[in-house]
């Protein structure tokens, strides 16, 4: 199982950017898709999650402001991050939540304030 994320860098506060993560040695399109991230000084947190049938959940920091969405095609799942805030900076992790349960390599996220 591989689940590579991509897209992350160095972004003003109110920016945007968009992480992309590839999925490879499961069966993507019946897996629960999700992203965490570890900010400074705090544990690991949820961030949003996307079922097969690509119903959403976020967490409260970020709703209205990230969107999660998925490409069964593609094995992809991204993460389109707008109106970033310096608290969004941290590590963000992809991963394949249910039922592989299985977390990739972060992609470092600096939101400059």
């Known amino acids: 199982v591989q689940l590579q994320a991509s897209g992350g860098g160095l972004v003003e506060a109110g920016g945007s950017l968009r992480l992309s993560c590839v999925a490879s040695g499961i069966m993507f399109s019946s897996n629960i898709m999700g992203w965490h991230r570890q900010t400074p000084g705090k544990t690991r947190e949820y961030v949003a999650s996307?079922?097969?049938?690509?119903?959403?959940t976020y967490a409260d920091s970020v709703k209205g402001r990230f969107t999660i969405s998925r490409d069964n095609a593609k094995n992809t799942v991204y993460l389109q991050m707008n109106s970033l805030k310096f608290e969004d900076t941290g590590v963000y992790y992809c991963g394949a939540i249910d039922p592989a349960n299985w977390w990739g390599q972060g992609t470092q996220v600096t939101v400059s304030s």
């Open positions: 996307i079922t097969s049938g690509s119903i959403t």
